[in-house]
């Protein structure tokens, strides 16, 4: 008589909603709470006029009411994660939908500054605590063969926020105030919480699972000083942060604590949180998912579209205020092509990814991202018009479209369901991490560009102004390139003399403003190629990623359809 083993038990098992509905309704609740999130990423920046001006604020004030945000969100995204994978993604994304309307309130009351920058360090609380769950729900409600649409559809939600927050901002700031970029997170939140309460399942996990603590510990601590070092650079221009013990090495500035140094600290902080991970009996982020090569090349790609999003949108946006003299507003209607094609075509892109091999269709997309911010450099003149941009925003949509979908759903294809959360906060977390490095390397090169183009094209312009003023005038824009210069609207005229005749001073007022026109873009130009290389970059690392086993069963019953045919046949 042969004893048989009992079954073993699943480790995860989804649960009934209290109301049950179509596992694409629960997508279109998750991405809503999703959307808020990442639009508050971006949404903020073209209200920071109107609330230095309500809260009488700083600019280190104003500049840690942004960083605060995403310093925090990026840190927790790891740790939220796992926590969603031990106690419940549904769980998770509740509290954290909940922290982030309360905290959306708070910022729309705030009386000063520091209570401003306190209710936004908050909101990024609840935004690591969502985040990760959005994708671990969409994994466990979705079968393989069908992530790929669904990914389609939450990926036109990332790119429509991406570009939407200024569009948005410049809207609610101009038509009401700048609390009410805060205020309209309150119904929407209110709305998503009663809406996932009941259609939303839980995935519960049977297994019991412990905290690691030191790993805990040590990736936010490497996270939160690497990410703090990038946001800080252009601040301290790569620098020191701290004059304590300061050496200079030939044109470095080093020391202790400098830019270079945190972001070494870091470095090895992380190192020693793989090296421990490897040997833990749970790990906070096991070395397991990497075994996977679509998932650590999707996590690359991830870090690069990222730091290509935010490192093109950046130059750009300025270019369209500073330089051509669009209000917020309107500068953000210019972007609405992207936004818009990428709504359109990510879901019919997630939709092909389970049919075909994905990595193909994320070649095309990052090769057409790039190809349409290229056309941006190259249609770019003091001459253009909002017009101007819209064929090649809409070729960059199409690539954002195209771009998303095929990603996640590569990278989450073979993640269990019981590491998904886990999962969802690495990948989140490489993407803030890039997002940062995007910002602080494209502006460290646009503002070196700028400041090398300022003294060139005033000393050029120097040339039909009085000689006795010519030096002051050209002297004017080196100080000024060399002490941070201001792109704001109507800040770009250097440090021009003083108490001149009326007709000189408007003369040189207009001038001066040439002089920044040509400088900003000749210099945004060789900025945006760093970008559109890292996405090229990116383009051709995805060729060195697996076929999925589905499109291989499909291959494989294609291949023996044509068998029985031609058998028929013969």
Same mark, same amino acid.
């Given at each position: 008589?042969?004893?048989?083993?009992?079954?073993?038990?699943?480790?995860?098992?989804?649960?009934?909603?209290?109301?049950?509905?179509?596992?694409? $309704?629960?997508?279109?609740?998750?991405?809503?709470?999703?959307?808020?999130?990442?639009?508050?990423?971006?949404?903020?920046?073209? *209200?920071?006029?109107?609330?230095?001006?309500?809260?009488?604020?700083?600019?280190?004030?104003?500049?840690?009411?942004?960083?605060?945000?995403?310093?925090?969100?990026?840190?927790?995204?790891?740790?939220?994660?796992?926590?969603?994978?031990?106690?419940?993604?549904?769980?998770?994304?509740?509290?954290? +939908?909940?922290?982030?309307?309360?905290? #959306?309130?708070?910022?729309?009351?705030?009386?000063?500054?520091?209570?401003?920058?306190?209710?936004?360090?908050?909101?990024?609380?609840?935004?690591?605590?969502?985040?990760?769950? #959005?994708?671990?729900?969409?994994?466990? @409600?979705?079968?393989?063969?069908?992530?790929?649409?669904?990914?389609?559809?939450?990926?036109?939600?990332?790119?429509?926020?991406?570009?939407?927050?200024?569009?948005?901002?410049?809207?609610?700031?101009?038509?009401?105030?700048?609390?009410?970029?805060?205020?309209? !997170?309150?119904? $929407?939140?209110?709305?998503?919480?009663?809406?996932?309460?009941?259609?939303?399942?839980?995935?519960?996990?049977?297994?019991?699972?412990?905290? =690691?603590?030191?790993?805990?510990?040590?990736?936010?601590?490497?996270?939160? $000083?690497?990410?703090?070092?990038?946001?800080? #650079?252009?601040?301290?221009?790569?620098?020191?942060?701290?004059?304590?013990?300061?050496?200079?090495?030939?044109?470095?500035?080093?020391?202790?604590?400098?830019?270079?140094?945190?972001?070494?600290?870091?470095?090895?902080?992380?190192?020693?949180?793989?090296?421990?991970?490897?040997?833990?009996?749970?790990?906070?982020?096991? $070395?397991?998912?990497?075994?996977?090569?679509?998932?650590?090349?999707?996590?690359?790609?991830?870090?690069?579209?990222?730091?290509?999003?935010?490192?093109?949108?950046?130059?750009?946006?300025?270019?369209?205020?500073?330089?051509?003299?669009?209000?917020?507003?309107?500068?953000?209607?210019?972007?609405?092509?992207? #936004?818009?094609?990428?709504?359109?075509?990510?879901?019919?892109?997630?939709?092909?990814? =389970?049919?075909?091999?994905?990595?193909?269709?994320?070649?095309?997309?990052?090769?057409?991202?790039?190809?349409?911010?290229?056309?941006?450099?190259?249609?770019?003149?003091?001459?253009?018009?909002?017009?101007?941009?819209?064929?090649?925003? @809409?070729?960059?949509?199409?690539?954002?479209?195209?771009?998303?979908?095929?990603?996640?759903?590569?990278?989450?294809?073979?993640?269990?369901?019981?590491?998904?959360?886990?999962?969802?906060?690495?990948?989140?977390?490489?993407?803030?991490?890039?997002?940062?490095?995007? !910002?602080?390397?494209?502006?460290?090169?646009?503002?070196?560009?700028? *400041?090398?183009? +300022?003294?060139?094209?005033?000393?050029?312009?120097?040339?039909?102004?009085?000689?006795? @003023?010519?030096?002051?005038?050209?002297?004017?824009?080196?100080?000024?390139?060399?002490?941070?210069?201001?792109?704001?609207?109507?800040?770009?005229?250097?440090?021009?003399?003083?108490?001149?005749?009326?007709?000189?001073?408007?003369?040189?007022?207009?001038?001066?403003?040439?002089?920044?026109?040509?400088?900003?873009?000749?210099?945004?130009?060789?900025?945006?190629?760093?970008?559109?290389?890292?996405?090229?970059?990116?383009?051709?690392?995805?060729?060195?990623?697996?076929?999925?086993?589905?499109?291989?069963?499909?291959?494989?019953?294609?291949?023996?359809?044509?068998?029985?045919?031609?058998? *028929?046949?013969?």
């Amino acid at each position: 008589m042969t004893d048989h083993a009992p079954p073993r038990k699943p480790q995860t098992s989804l649960s009934t909603p209290r109301i049950p509905v179509n596992p694409w $309704i629960t997508l279109i609740v998750v991405s809503l709470g999703f959307f808020m999130i990442l639009l508050d990423t971006t949404i903020v920046n073209v *209200a920071i006029p109107s609330i230095i001006t309500d809260l009488h604020a700083s600019l280190d004030q104003i500049l840690w009411v942004l960083s605060g945000y995403i310093l925090v969100y990026a840190v927790l995204l790891i740790t939220t994660g796992r926590l969603g994978d031990m106690y419940g993604p549904k769980k998770l994304f509740l509290s954290g +939908l909940a922290l982030f309307t309360l905290a #959306s309130a708070a910022c729309g009351l705030a009386q000063s500054p520091e209570q401003l920058i306190i209710f936004r360090v908050i909101q990024g609380v609840g935004g690591a605590l969502l985040t990760p769950q #959005s994708m671990s729900i969409i994994t466990s @409600i979705f079968p393989p063969e069908k992530r790929g649409a669904a990914f389609g559809v939450w990926g036109a939600v990332a790119g429509l926020a991406a570009v939407t927050g200024p569009t948005l901002g410049g809207f609610l700031t101009t038509t009401f105030s700048w609390r009410a970029i805060f205020y309209v !997170n309150v119904p $929407i939140g209110i709305a998503a919480i009663v809406l996932a309460t009941l259609v939303m399942p839980e995935l519960t996990n049977h297994r019991k699972h412990h905290l =690691d603590i030191p790993g805990v510990a040590l990736a936010s601590s490497g996270l939160f $000083i690497g990410v703090f070092a990038l946001i800080e #650079s252009e601040k301290f221009n790569w620098g020191r942060i701290w004059n304590v013990g300061a050496i200079n090495i030939g044109p470095v500035e080093a020391g202790p604590v400098s830019v270079l140094s945190l972001l070494l600290l870091s470095v090895v902080i992380l190192a020693v949180f793989v090296t421990l991970e490897v040997r833990a009996d749970e790990p906070l982020l096991p $070395i397991s998912l990497f075994h996977d090569r679509n998932f650590s090349i999707a996590n690359g790609v991830s870090a690069l579209v990222a730091f290509g999003m935010l490192g093109l949108f950046l130059p750009l946006s300025i270019f369209l205020q500073s330089v051509l003299g669009l209000d917020a507003l309107h500068a953000g209607f210019v972007l609405v092509p992207t #936004s818009l094609t990428s709504l359109l075509i990510s879901p019919f892109a997630g939709r092909l990814t =389970d049919r075909v091999n994905g990595k193909f269709i994320l070649f095309t997309g990052l090769v057409l991202f790039a190809a349409g911010m290229g056309m941006v450099v190259w249609v770019a003149s003091l001459t253009s018009t909002g017009t101007s941009f819209t064929l090649p925003l @809409i070729v960059a949509g199409v690539g954002m479209g195209c771009t998303f979908a095929p990603m996640v759903t590569l990278a989450m294809r073979h993640v269990r369901p019981e590491q998904a959360g886990t999962a969802s906060g690495f990948i989140n977390t490489v993407r803030q991490v890039g997002g940062a490095v995007g !910002n602080a390397v494209v502006g460290a090169v646009l503002q070196h560009q700028l *400041a090398s183009e +300022l003294k060139s094209q005033a000393s050029r312009a120097a040339a039909q102004l009085p000689l006795q @003023i010519r030096g002051r005038f050209v002297s004017g824009f080196s100080h000024a390139a060399s002490g941070g210069f201001q792109v704001g609207r109507g800040e770009n005229s250097g440090n021009l003399p003083k108490n001149l005749p009326a007709g000189l001073a408007h003369h040189l007022q207009i001038v001066g403003h040439e002089v920044f026109q040509q400088a900003f873009l000749n210099a945004m130009k060789p900025a945006l190629l760093v970008p559109i290389t890292i996405l090229l970059v990116g383009s051709f690392s995805t060729l060195f990623m697996d076929t999925p086993p589905v499109v291989r069963q499909e291959q494989k019953q294609d291949a023996r359809g044509e068998s029985r045919i031609a058998a *028929a046949g013969q």
